[in-house]
């Protein structure tokens, strides 16, 4: 069976995008901990105004892009029209709310102040992952334009056609007279 190279390219993006969400759900759940015990002078937390949205919007993006590789695993499994439906609308919303976290990212570094390096870290994390999550959805989504990027959204070689669901020659389908079975 031929790779497609979309395929070949969402597999390792894929598990990238995973490791990193890890990360991302690891550091903003160490620092919304000291955040909400009001540890904000820690030496490796730090923050100003925007860093309690920016946390909540971070946890959030890392859950979510951990579950959407979930589906797109599977996706890139089966590499099927069907499973590209799960995969694609579930990486659209980790993106949705990863580019939330990136825009408050962005805002926690315009206003400036002492952020320790745990928090720098997640704000390159999360600002890193707005753009290599975009990739993998566009991944996803280009077998739109040609099969060679991905299963494409017009194949009807399974399930869709006048035999029920079945190939024809297969046990169960319909005879057609003069064939052989």
């Not at 993006?61 to 797109?72: E, P, R, W």
Request: hydrophobic share 50%.
């Amino acid at each position: 069976m031929a790779q497609t190279v979309g395929r070949n390219v969402a597999g390792p993006l894929l598990f990238l995008n995973l490791v990193m969400y890890a990360i991302v759900l690891g550091f903003a759940s160490w620092c919304l901990n000291r955040y909400i015990n009001g540890q904000t002078n820690h030496p490796s937390f730090g923050g100003n105004g925007a860093t309690g949205f920016f946390l909540t919007f971070a946890i959030l993006a890392g859950v979510l892009g951990i579950a959407s590789k979930l589906s797109g695993a599977s996706h890139i499994r089966a590499w099927r029209n069907d499973s590209l439906a799960a995969a694609a609308s579930s990486s659209l919303v980790a993106w949705a709310v990863t580019a939330l976290a990136f825009g408050l990212a962005c805002k926690e570094i315009h206003i400036g102040g002492y952020r320790g390096w745990r928090l720098r870290v997640l704000e390159a994390f999360v600002i890193i992952l707005a753009f290599t999550q975009l990739l993998f959805v566009v991944m996803l989504h280009a077998g739109m334009f040609s099969s060679r990027y991905g299963p494409g959204y017009r194949d009807t070689d399974y399930g869709i056609g006048g035999t029920g669901g079945v190939p024809a020659g297969h046990k169960g389908s319909a005879a057609v007279p003069g064939s052989r079975v």
